[in-house]
């Protein structure tokens, strides 16, 4: 995954610009009519791109610097300037890319009811790490009772401005969700996510029609036989950016990952305070004003049985000044009322208020996949106050062209190099405010998880879930497992396998004036 994990646009609504550094203090907005008109490439001077050959060498000589000073300069890259925005807020977004499903009808519809909103916060839990039957790495399966819900906060449900937002509850779930907007996805929790395609993947997608339910409905292959559509352009480049947003005054808690070695067998996502035990005070005032803060966070939230959790708070923790990452204001007038509900309810999950004109998103955390070998390569980065030290930093290059805060971040990555204790496996990675949100396990890795990404999703055609898959950390082919038989796979992109409803599921459905509604869950 790349959890370390992964994910589609030009059509729709405005995308906010951010500053080509560490961040901008004046809000940044741009029209309607600049949003994807004008994606720019990647920028020369960061070792992108590298062939695949040249990478499948870094692979089999398990190369890992090599790759991993690679993916370095590819978040450096992306966060470099673009006439005043990142690079990557130039590109295209997931609401755009699927903008205009339809069903074999042509009726416009939403996602498939199973795949419209999970019970719990960011993605359905991934249930192929219950293995019963088939290989496992000998780590217990993680337990769900844990997992938190985050009820959408009443004064979001009761705003009349986000009616056209509020989705009802998948099947078999008790929550209404928020819809996605033109720039932001509802990640079910306090994080604010986004699905950022560059331009090559965005035009494959439209061009392919593979947001449509009839063009993958038409590559399925018989039921005894599994099959994988084509392969997307190999100048191909996918992100997964999340965000948390940062009061204009005063002191915001982040929890912060000390890379543990064990989930315990339970879930371990960042709202659980004795598996995430430190937490940074971050303000846009001058952190050296004062030294520590208490801090608290979490409000709203609720256990799976209904319970009240939170709201968390950290004791004298250690203040940062919001320079420390890289960060931008959006301008509320010119977002959509559903990317203005997102970041409503991610500021009352955080702070227990609404986002304000002049508050912050502040990048904690970024998948980033790139199409430079077959079956892609995978980085996930991820900010930390003790950036400078430990596996996840190193072979940070020294690279001029870099700007803004990009050595305030960690990074892991997974290439295809396997595991040297256990070699049939890939070794362990992943993102902490990613994965272990998403109720995944520690022992997991982007390309496992990437690799099983097959449509259609849902209880009806779910059985690449089943027992008897490969655990998380096998290393496999997608061809060789019978579980994926009357499935097609996606070339690794689960946003495919999300978004596109599965042909027994749509029913024509009204959607915001961004497109139609998507799933929380933003593999």
């Not at 000073?69 to 990557?88: E, I, P």
């Not at 939230?301 to 940062?320: I, S």
């Not at 949100?437 to 997991?444: M, R, V």
Request: charge should be neutral; include cysteine.
């Amino acid at each position: 995954m790349i959890k370390p994990v992964g994910l589609i646009a030009c059509a729709i609504s405005a995308l906010v610009v951010t500053s080509c550094t560490s961040g901008g203090d004046k809000p940044e907005a741009a029209s309607a009519a600049q949003v994807c008109a004008s994606p720019v490439p990647f920028p020369g001077g960061f070792d992108y791109p590298q062939s695949a050959q040249t990478i499948q060498n870094w692979v089999a000589k398990r190369d890992i610097a090599a790759a991993r000073q690679h993916g370095w300069n590819l978040f450096a890259g992306l966060q470099s300037d673009a006439g005043g925005q990142w690079v990557w807020r130039s590109w295209c977004t997931a609401t755009q890319a699927f903008a205009g499903q339809a069903s074999p009808s042509g009726s416009p519809d939403a996602e498939g009811a199973e795949a419209a909103a999970a019970t719990t916060h960011g993605q359905l839990p991934m249930k192929m790490f219950k293995q019963k039957n088939g290989p496992t790495t000998g780590a217990d399966p993680i337990n769900f009772t844990d997992v938190p819900q985050y009820p959408i906060p009443p004064q979001v449900l009761s705003n009349p401005k986000y009616k056209q937002c509020i989705q009802a509850p998948a099947k078999g779930a008790k929550l209404q969700t928020l819809a996605g907007g033109p720039q932001f996805q509802n990640n079910g929790d306090v994080m604010v996510a986004g699905v950022i395609y560059n331009d090559p993947a965005y035009q494959w997608i439209r061009n392919k029609s593979l947001y449509q339910t009839a063009t993958l409905q038409g590559l399925l292959p018989p039921a005894n036989q599994n099959r994988e559509m084509a392969a997307m352009p190999s100048g191909s480049i996918v992100l997964k950016p999340m965000l948390w947003p940062i009061k204009q005054s005063g002191y915001t808690a982040l929890p912060v990952w000390d890379d543990r070695k064990d989930d315990f067998g339970r879930y371990s996502g960042f709202e659980i305070q004795s598996q995430w035990p430190r937490a940074m005070a971050v303000t846009p005032q001058s952190a050296s004003q004062i030294a520590t803060v208490d801090v608290t966070y979490l409000h709203g939230v609720t256990t799976k049985a209904g319970g009240k959790l939170g709201p968390n708070t950290y004791k004298q923790a250690r203040t940062v000044g919001i320079e420390q990452f890289y960060h931008f204001k959006p301008d509320l007038a010119s977002l959509d009322p559903c990317d203005q509900a997102i970041l409503d309810a991610s500021a009352y999950y955080a702070y227990g208020q609404p986002f304000k004109q002049g508050d912050y998103l502040a990048l904690i955390a970024m998948h980033i996949m790139t199409k430079e070998q077959p079956d892609w390569t995978f980085q996930s980065v991820w900010w930390s106050d003790r950036a400078g030290t430990g596996p996840y930093a190193a072979d940070r290059p020294s690279n001029p062209a870099a700007k803004g805060p990009w050595r305030n971040y960690l990074m892991a990555s997974t290439y295809g190099w396997r595991d040297v204790a256990q070699p049939a496996n890939w070794p362990i990675a992943y993102n902490p405010y990613i994965e272990l949100a998403a109720a995944h396990p520690i022992d997991t890795n982007c390309m496992n998880c990437h690799k099983r990404a097959a449509w259609p999703e849902g209880d009806n055609a779910g059985s690449y879930l089943r027992d008897g898959g490969p655990s998380a950390l096998q290393a496999f082919r997608y061809q060789d497992q019978p579980i994926f038989n009357g499935l097609i796979g996606v070339d690794s992109l689960w946003s495919i396998a999300d978004r596109v409803p599965p042909a027994a599921s749509a029913t024509p459905t009204s959607s915001p004036s961004a497109g139609p509604p998507l799933k929380p869950a933003t593999r």
